[in-house]
């Protein structure tokens, strides 16, 4: 899986970002199952902060 990255222009501090997951496996209890963190980076700072992914796969989706 290749790791996705914003440019600097697409991200501010503070301000929400709203990331789309998609998963092609399927779980009976996708919030528990399932592994979801973003790693954040930046001058002296690196955090790798946690999400819930709700089951919605891309076929959902259409």
């Known amino acids: 899986m290749q ?3 914003l440019e600097p222009e697409e991200v501010h501090v503070c301000e929400v970002q709203e ?3 998609y998963s092609q496996a ?3 209890n996708p919030y ?3 592994d ?3 790693e954040l980076e930046g001058p002296n700072f690196s955090k790798r902060v946690y ?3 709700d089951g919605i796969t891309e076929d ?3």
Do not use: A, D, M, V
């Open 19 to 21: 990331i789309h997951l």
């Open 32 to 34: 528990t199952e399932g």
């Open 51 to 53: 999400g819930f992914w």
């Open 60 to 62: 959902s989706c259409l």
């Open 36 to 38: 979801c963190w973003i």
């Open 26 to 28: 399927e779980y009976e």
């Open 3 to 5: 790791p996705t990255r």
